[in-house]
């Protein structure tokens, strides 16, 4: 966290602050949104409709889809976002909304890098396949997936 | 909307792969790396076999070669009523009490059980 000078009185106030709290004028927070938020759309994220603006509720966990990724395919992902699902939950109701959103989009991450890593994996398992890689080495093998 | 579109002809298709092919049976379906690697079921192995059996009706079938799946799908679909269909706005509390927390932390315990009790008892 870092402090920037407030345009008004000169006083070093927080770059989160939406006013200055010694003279109370506005902080150019509202116009320009803090850095945080510039780094995460640059991770190319469409507008979730999960995300809601709802001050009630957390923002999206991602339980649903991390349970899915998990169970179908990918654990190691799925895991990470379910442990992600838990920070939304407790950052949330402990007052860190920031925190939460941050875990939200942490969870979402890895739970798509799951989705498509599994993807990637069945297209890349079905080309050899196709290609004829497996002949005889599945032989007498019963596998699972 | 177009997104939604080759989601649903993909889906569609998948839907259809599954429910006429076997896993079991057939070459084309890609099995799991860690059981190949370790000979030890993942949390996910068998899942692409239950797809198949549940789209065809045998429940049965689908418990026995991957239970937890059979057994979350009640939970899942409760999750995406509350998470996409307005449950969340209309049952906040509910939601807090059955997607909170403790519920993530539960679901983390059952994963990791799961994988462990599956390769004693050959679930």
Sequence with gaps: ?145 | MKKWVIAIVVLAALAILYFTYNPAESELFPKCPFYALTGLKCPGCGSQRAIHYLFNGNIRGAFLVHPLLVLAIPYLLLAVYFEYMGGKSKYPLIRKRLFGVKACIIIFVIVLAYWILRNIFGW
């Excluded at chain 1, 004028?25 to 603006?53: D, F, R």
């Design chain 1, 1 to 145: 966290m870092a402090l920037i000078t407030c345009k008004e009185c000169g006083a070093q106030i927080s770059e989160f602050a939406e006013v200055c709290p010694s003279c109370g004028a506005p902080t150019s927070i509202s116009k320009t949104p803090p850095k945080e938020e510039n780094t995460q759309q640059a991770y190319q994220q469409p507008q979730q409709a999960g995300y809601t603006q709802n001050p009630e509720l957390p923002p999206k966990s991602w339980l649903v889809e991390s349970i899915l990724v998990t169970i179908l395919c990918c654990l190691p992902f799925g895991i990470v976002g379910i442990v992600n699902a838990s920070k939304v939950e407790s950052r949330w109701y402990a007052g860190d909304k920031a925190g939460a959103k941050r875990a939200s989009e942490e969870a979402g991450r890895w739970t798509k890098i799951g989705f498509f890593s599994g993807l990637a994996f069945a297209f890349i398992y079905v080309l050899l396949v196709v290609l004829g890689a497996f002949n005889g080495f599945w032989d007498g093998y019963s596998h699972y997936y």
